[in-house]
């Protein structure tokens, strides 16, 4: 890594010509690790397109080669046609036989040109007919129709050991020499450590991640690789009728193709770049109605100019150590293998394509939805910075701002794991680097591997370059490296001798989770090739049951957590002085267990306080019919599906059976020097597991598709060119909605003028809902019209930003909780209904929580009273002190305390309709004077909001300077939501109607 003195030295060596500088790799180039990586590519890839490199006389193959056949105007093969380039050090290497280590500065470099090999072979052969006796003519001319229409560029491997376990910085250079850019449209970088697309098949290599064989070189022995070519590329309408433009009748099915032509999608930005130039801008036009029930005051509202923006999700690169390789790394080491192909001629894997072009359909890969899933983007996520913000200004206002870095650190435990926990990590096994593991700071989420020298002085200078690399980290929220590498959680010593749940319950919540080797990660199968990830990254892929029990899901859902402003003298209601006890002495044990692992300190700060379960989706589904034999469902069974179904319909699949990597094995085309066929074969695997990952959230997804140039995201998948992942996500979650999540139910009746509904809800979920965080709200609304389709009455009608309206039109006063009426102590608030009998009452499914002060709060650690919790709860939820649950769970106190964070709280626990897994209210409908009742259609539809108008008021107003909450308030106030699942500001779920005979 660089330090001051070196980067100094470096600035001063860039600025000098490229010549006088101290060689440190082959062609006089620095080494990869020597410049920050824009300043490296300056120096490099002008020497690769000005091929300084043929004027030092590298040797090269013999002549221009294939990858793969060439068939009806279509290549099958890995690259275009190549011909390569050799560093001294790597012909070398070759000559003693590939054993040992390919020095530091070698470079293998791949020119390529559309293929097939044969135009320019049998062009060169023309030439030299031509001119016999001029090679250097024959060498311009060709180089000249190498070069025609941009059609020559390259691909570069320069070896540097102390980059990454691999050793390899991969560079693809056009022409023009064009520079990486990380501003919007965000495409994948040219050059970059470890580049995930191309160890994809070089991790395959029996050595040192090359291919490379003298029978491929000039003056050795023996012949390169031949693949099939037909005539179907002898179309060039540049030459006269002749071997290069044969006409149609002698060309191979009359000059049609088996498929569209297939741009190179794995070694050529462009594809990608124009995918994402072609995309939508962010939306600028605000809604009207939104700024009116959210009035831009207070220094809330910025311009477009001064939104703070995430750095682009291609700067989310963190390669395995050289030497020992840490635990973790980011998802773009993972995408090359597990992010799927989109169709001929690369392949289909974990694709299902209903187009006839590469990328057109569904990418399925493991990479391709965990990207676009709310674990996916939990380190973007534009709602859980605004909400940290608002903490930090409430532990302020109270004096005790000092919290603040406490609770940052905990809360991203889970939304920025890797980050937070490969800090603590590394501050530990090396203390004399002085890095601080307790205070992960909001700002370190900007911060990226500086590009330039100048970024660089500048990271130094403030601080921040010792830190860039686990912002790079916490950015991709819950990845690959997370859930692969969580452990059971273990008892420790002198503690009681819980049972399973109870250990888990006592130990393993909260984000603080036991991690196996760094040098393991764990998945569900037992007979994988293993090779290939061990070359790539010193990584063995091993078998592991807990990757299916939902107990891992349970580390970041179920959250325990202080409320920093209830007496400490007493229990938090409802519970008891042993209970309480419970919940504080499992944040004791947490906060042990990470000083003892990891030295470090920051939960302590918050042990002082009265605890209790903050989210509790785990323990729902722990107190729910599935969590029991004959019945059971894990979280992996509803939130990684085994089925595909697409919106409209046309595709349907009970189950998936597909290959879970795409690596350089037996089934492409035939390479030098492929480890054994037994190290690179993939089976298909039946049973596919989905790694969707997605509930009821679609605003955040919506946000972050609207608004990539803010928030960093690019719209096109790097392996399979889809431009349809955030749109997947959203459809995945409309079929949950509609599908999976509750029935609904509805009769009518008639009594003179009035019209009684009885809607009764079924909850299908193994949780409450909704569930989650406690300010999501589900609620019903129910209309009456008229046969000609005039609104006659309505219960939970709202208006284009979501709010809640009565029969005026205006906000109910109990929308925003914080109407207090005058002579009254509390805000209004919508109680938990039996019965329903004006149009300004509504049936509203939520958690409502007040701070000390009895004001209504959606902070996280002011949530001292719940005067209500009708959350539908799952089937099957048991009472603690009940016969039924003492033969589930036995006597434990412990797990009594934890159930009873998953039962009703206000009216809901005396409504006697309201029961485990549903609910019945009965709605009196008044008809205006006159109407008959008599063909009345009453309409009952049940809608979910993730984000609901009191949470973003609170949002708004706490921290209205706060530039994640500025950020917040600008996308959602632009927020386009007419003909998207979240029309309305509402996600729509079931609905039932019927008619009044």
């Not at 004027?55 to 190549?82: E, I, N, Q």
């Not at 030497?323 to 773009?332: A, V």
């Not at 999540?741 to 079924?762: C, D, H, K, N």
Request: hydrophobic fraction near 35%; charge should be negative.
């Amino acid at each position: 890594m660089l330090r001051h003195g070196l980067a100094a030295t470096l600035s001063l060596v860039l600025a000098a010509p490229l010549a006088a500088q101290t060689p440190t790799g082959a062609g006089g180039l620095p080494l990869p690790s020597a410049l920050p990586l824009l300043d490296y590519e300056r120096a490099l890839y002008p020497f690769i397109a000005d091929r300084e490199f043929a004027d030092l006389d590298w040797t090269r193959d013999k002549s221009w080669r294939d990858t793969g056949p060439f068939v009806l105007s279509t290549s099958y093969g890995v690259h275009p046609a190549v011909r390569i380039y050799y560093s001294p050090e790597v012909l070398a290497w070759l000559e003693a036989g590939r054993t040992g280590a390919i020095p530091d500065g070698a470079m293998v470099v791949k020119e390529m040109v559309t293929p097939p090999s044969a135009r320019y072979n049998e062009y060169r052969a023309m030439l030299e007919h031509l001119n016999p006796d001029d090679p250097e003519k024959v060498e311009e001319e060709m180089l000249a129709y190498l070069r025609k229409d941009d059609n020559l560029n390259w691909t570069v491997m320069v070896k540097d050991s102390s980059l990454s376990h691999g050793g390899w910085f991969f560079a693809s250079v056009n022409q023009g020499a064009t520079l990486d850019s990380f501003e919007p449209p965000y495409t994948p970088p040219t050059g970059q450590v470890a580049a995930g697309t191309c160890m994809r098949c070089h991790a395959s290599a029996a050595e040192e991640l090359i291919f490379s064989a003298l029978s491929n070189v000039e003056g050795y022995p023996g012949e390169p690789l031949i693949f099939r070519v037909d005539e179907s590329w002898r179309n060039l309408s540049e030459f006269p009728t002749g071997p290069f433009n044969l006409p149609p009748w002698q060309r191979p099915a009359m000059g049609e193709t088996e498929a569209q032509l297939i741009e190179d999608y794995f070694h050529d930005a462009n594809p990608l770049a124009d995918s994402d130039l072609k995309a939508k801008a962010s939306p600028e036009p605000v809604n009207p109605v939104f700024t009116e029930m959210f009035p831009p005051t207070g220094g809330i509202d910025v311009s477009a100019d001064l939104v703070q923006r995430l750095p682009s999700q291609w700067l989310d690169h963190v390669a395995a150590r050289p030497n020992d390789t840490q635990h973790f790394l980011t998802s773009d080491n993972c995408l090359g293998c597990h992010g799927g192909l989109g169709g001929p001629p690369y392949g289909t894997t974990m694709f299902l394509q209903d187009g006839p072009d590469y990328g057109d359909g569904y990418n399925i890969s493991e990479y391709g939805e965990w990207r676009w899933s709310p674990m996916g983007l939990a380190g973007r996520d534009p709602i859980f910075f605004a909400q940290l913000e608002s903490e930090f200004a409430l532990l302020e206002q109270a004096g005790t701002p000092e919290l603040s870095s406490n609770l940052g650190t905990t809360c991203l435990s889970c939304h920025g794991a890797m980050g937070q926990r490969q800090l603590q990590i590394d501050a530990h096994a090396a203390p004399e680097k002085g890095l601080d593991p307790n205070d992960f700071k909001l700002s370190y989420t900007l911060l990226h591997d500086p590009l330039t020298l100048d970024e660089l002085d500048k990271q130094i200078a403030d601080g921040t370059y010792d830190y860039h690399e686990y912002g790079n980290l916490a950015r991709e929220g819950i990845s690959c490296a997370v859930c692969h590498h969580i452990a059971p959680p273990e008892r420790a010593e002198g503690q009681p001798e819980y049972n399973t749940l109870d250990t888990y319950l006592m130990n393993g919540t909260t984000g603080v989770f036991r991690l196996n080797p760094a040098d393991e990660l764990q998945g569900p199968f037992a007979d994988v090739a293993v090779k290939p990830m061990q070359n790539a990254m010193g990584i063995t892929p091993v078998q592991s049951d807990y990757i299916t029990d939902s107990q891992l899901c349970g580390a970041c859902h179920t959250i325990n957590l202080p409320n920093v402003d209830a007496p400490t003298d007493r229990p938090l209601e409802p519970y008891t002085e042993a209970e309480q006890k419970v919940f504080n002495d499992a944040a004791r044990n947490g906060a042990a267990f990470l000083n003892a692992e990891y030295g470090v300190t920051f939960p302590e700060g918050l042990l002082d306080f009265q605890h209790s379960v903050e989210q509790a989706t785990y323990l729902e589904w722990v107190n729910s019919i599935y969590n029991e034999d004959g019945t059971a469902q894990s979280c992996q069974d509803c939130h990684m599906k085994g089925n595909f179904e697409s919106v409209d319909g046309k595709i349907k699949l009970d189950s998936l059976t597909t290959q879970i990597a795409s690596i350089q094995d037996a089934t492409l085309p035939e390479v030098e020097n492929l480890l054994p066929t037994e190290d690179v074969t993939v089976p298909f695997r039946e049973g596919y597991k989905r790694h969707n990952f997605v509930g009821l959230n679609a605003f955040m997804i919506e946000m972050i598709r609207q608004f990539p140039t803010e928030m960093g995201m690019s719209r096109t998948d790097p392996m399979t060119s889809a431009t349809n992942g955030a749109q997947l996500s959203l459809d995945t979650m409309e079929l949950q909605a509609r599908n999976e999540t509750a029935e609904i139910a509805l009769t009518v009746s008639r009594t003179g003028a009035q019209v009684t509904a009885e809607v009764s809800l079924t909850n299908k979920t193994g949780h409450r809902l909704p569930s989650g965080v406690g300010f999501r709200r589900a609620f019903l609304e129910v209309r009456a019209e008229a046969a000609d389709g005039s609104l006659l009455w309505c219960s939970g009608c709202s208006n284009d930003a979501g709010v809640i309206v009565g029969p005026d039109g205006q906000p109910l006063l109990t929308e925003f909780l914080d109407h207090v009426p005058e002579g009254a102590t509390e805000a209004l608030y919508q109680p938990h209904h039996e019965v329903i009998t004006d149009q300004t009452q509504v049936q509203i499914y939520e958690e409502l929580s007040q701070n000390a002060e009895r004001v209504f709060t959606s902070s996280f650690v002011h949530r001292d009273f719940h005067p209500k919790d009708n959350r539908l709860t799952p089937h099957g939820t048991l009472t603690p002190g009940t016969p039924d649950f003492a033969a589930k769970f036995g006597d434990s106190a412990v797990t009594a305390a934890f159930m009873k964070a998953t039962l009703p709280e206000g009216g809901a626990a005396t409504d006697p309709d309201f029961r485990p897994g549903s609910d019945v209210t009965r709605y009196q409908i008044a008809l205006p004077d006159g109407t008959d009742p008599s063909g009345v259609t009453v309409t009952a539809t049940l809608y979910s909001q993730a984000i609901p108008p009191y949470y973003l008021k609170q949002r708004f107003e706490t921290a209205p300077n706060g530039p994640a909450t500025q950020r917040l308030y600008y996308l959602a106030s632009r927020l386009k939501t007419g003909g998207t699942l979240i029309e309305g500001w509402k996600l729509r779920t079931v609905a039932a109607s019927a008619t009044v005979d």
